[in-house]
């Protein structure tokens, strides 16, 4: 049984429940929970503007979980914006990074990959400024193939995904973004899905940018997270203008604030922030009390019970790093098989996960996903296994 599983309300009411759709949202713990509810019940009032305590308190505050969210990936408060969530932050940097240099004859590359948010964002700008838009092939386990023979002196940007939302296969970030940075090309890491599994490090990484979301590491929706190297920030222009990033407005001109809270027009998500700080200091602790570990081994039963079962073929995974597992079959519809599924009470995500292409190219007819979270347990393993073997879909 998870240790951790009793701290999520959720699964109190429903012990019985088996989520296997984690990749896609994170259920919420009480201490999360509990810290937004204390924050809009005790300490809330709009910051940065007003001069009364409680809107100094509440200011204090705000840019306290903004130290807390970028230690969590060993950047500085002055390198992170707080944004809505990865698809927020991926539009932010391709309108004010991206844009303002690209030019006609230019070229961005992705990965077959990719997650509709760190794919669409920079085949619009392409498609609107005539440059082009390359996307790099995979490799037979999954990870992104060659991506630096695709690179030429037009190339103005790379973005990757850290792990696939489908396969959870871990590219070498590291290695590419330190071959782009002699090159002079951006690079920018898609986080969503290492973030809660994998302990991120800005500067070991070396990318440009990064972004993740809270709801995919047990925090709220809504609210989310992109690092900007701090050189790079300085270059960019505003993504939203208004309220809380202006400085100075006049009839014929106005002046911005600098840094990150230029980026932050209005007034911010401070529940969320507070959620997503809460968060970040519920990962850490169950890391430090072996969730990772804890969930290699889950990650284990899970595939086995999934090789086991013949009429379904299983995609390309990361043998744990990110529990993610995605099985499909070509005759069966994995909406179908989803939703005898969850007639056991088994939660798992059929479709094309927002990455269209990549399931186009690995499957016919989409992919079920099956993933993990700190609250999974060997039940939940059993529970999935005694769903497949008495589910009517499977062919004779």
């Not at 296997?20 to 929970?33: E, I, K, R, T, Y």
């Not at 991120?200 to 979301?213: K, M, N, P, R, T």
């Not at 005898?340 to 009470?345: A, I, K, N, S, Y």
């Amino acid at each position: 049984m998870s240790k951790w599983r009793e701290q999520f309300s959720v699964f109190r009411h429903r012990p019985d429940w088996a989520y296997f759709d984690s990749a896609a949202s994170c259920q919420v713990p009480d201490v999360v929970l509990d810290a937004m509810c204390s924050y809009q019940k005790e300490f809330h009032a709009n910051v940065h503007r007003g001069s009364y305590q409680q809107s100094q308190h509440a200011t204090a505050l705000y840019e306290s979980w903004r130290v807390k969210v970028a230690g969590f990936i060993g950047a500085t408060a002055d390198e992170l914006i707080f944004t809505r969530g990865t698809t927020e932050s991926m539009n932010l940097l391709a309108e004010s990074l991206l844009r303002p240099v690209l030019k006609a004859g230019d070229n961005v590359i992705v990965s077959l990959a990719e997650h509709h948010a760190n794919w669409l964002p920079w085949q619009r700008v392409c498609h609107q400024v005539g440059a082009e838009f390359r996307v790099a092939p995979l490799d037979a386990e999954g990870r992104v193939a060659d991506i630096m023979s695709m690179v030429d002196e037009r190339t103005k940007l790379v973005s990757l995904t850290h792990a696939s939302n489908v396969l959870g296969v871990v590219n070498p970030v590291a290695d590419i973004c330190a071959q782009l940075r002699d090159k002079g090309v951006l690079s920018v890491i898609d986080a969503a899905q290492s973030a809660a599994q994998m302990g991120l490090d800005v500067e070991q990484i070396g990318c440009d940018a990064l972004a993740f979301s809270g709801h995919k590491l047990y925090g709220p929706t809504g609210i989310g997270a992109l690092y900007v190297r701090e050189s790079v920030l300085a270059s960019m222009q505003p993504y939203q203008v208004g309220g809380g990033m202006v400085d100075m407005v006049y009839q014929d001109t106005c002046s911005f604030h600098q840094g990150v809270q230029g980026f932050e027009a209005g007034t911010p998500n401070l529940i969320g922030a507070a959620g997503l700080a809460a968060a970040v200091e519920f990962l850490q602790d169950c890391r430090a009390n072996g969730s990772s570990e804890y969930l290699r081994g889950l990650f284990k039963q899970m595939h086995d019970v999934l090789a086991d079962v013949s009429w379904l073929t299983m995609l390309p995974h990361s043998g744990g790093r990110i529990p993610v597992i995605s099985v499909h079959h070509p005759d069966i519809h994995p909406r179908e098989l989803a939703i005898c599924l969850d007639e056991d009470g088994v939660s798992a995500r059929a479709g094309r996960h927002c990455a269209q292409p990549l399931i186009n190219q690995l499957t016919s007819n989409g992919c079920l996903r099956f993933s993990l979270g700190v609250y999974s347990s060997a039940a939940d393993i059993e529970r999935l296994a005694r769903g497949l073997n008495g589910c009517k879909l499977q062919p004779s």
